[in-house]
């Protein structure tokens, strides 16, 4: 008796080592993910704060698709937006997971373009009254720092192959047929925009394009137009992801964001970009010429859904 005893409790073991503990049913469960910050494919930056990227997304999903015990998701979702490539990779793992579990959106102060892009899929929308949303459009900048670099005293030679090769350097005006090739460009993203809010929401292509003019929406004037389904904050959306999962009394579990170093955590700042700082003031670089820099990395030629203020 006492050997079965022993292998029994050996077995229970084993399968407790074997078995994640995600796996294990404790009740009905649904969780909530914050999403802060602009939609990059890295992380944060020290000048521009934290970033939601499709990496940190694909993590937070897939431990609540992974956890049985989950019956729907509650994205709390904050950000103007960015990149178009990591918008799309994050709705696709948005979509993935919706097959499965139902995902509502809660959106915070803002969740504008990019932000309402990831959101537009969502099974339900909620939105506060003053949520400013929308802002449905594709933007893209190519600064022109030529003379910039002459009051600096740099000289650039250019040696292209292509014809078209340097017209995203930022060195020269662009002929009229680069500026046509640029509009072309931004005119297809916004034709994928339009494409994604009309599925996600119900609507036809044109009646979103009479919507997408880039300008922003309250919460109340988004909900009148179709854009968000109810007025309310986090404890609405998860009440409507209760009903949509058909449970009574769920726990609530509030998904951690990655952990930051203690540094990080005292200071309230991005370690990775505190270290870039310190390297370009090592190289002698003025507070105002890291400004500058920073500034400059963030207008990208490619086309973004993001609200720029």
Known sequence: MKKITIIGLAMLLLVAILIPTSCIPVGDKIAVISLSGSITSEGGSLLFGPAITPGLVKEQLGKAERDIAVKALVLRIESPGGVVAPCQEILKEIEQVKESKPIVVS??????????????????????PGTLTGSIGVISQIPNVKGLYEKLGIKMQTFKGGKYKDMYAGLRELTPEEKEIMQQLVDDYYEQFVAVVAEGRGLSKDEVRSLATGQLYTGVEAKELGLVDELGGLDTAIDLAAELAGITTPKIEYYEPPSKSLLESLLGINLDGLIYAIQMRLLGLSGQDIVLLQTLSRIYPEPQYLYQS
């Open 107 to 128: 959106m915070g102060n803002m969740a504008a373009s990019g932000g309402y892009y990831i959101s537009a899929e969502a099974d339900k929308i909620v939105a506060l």
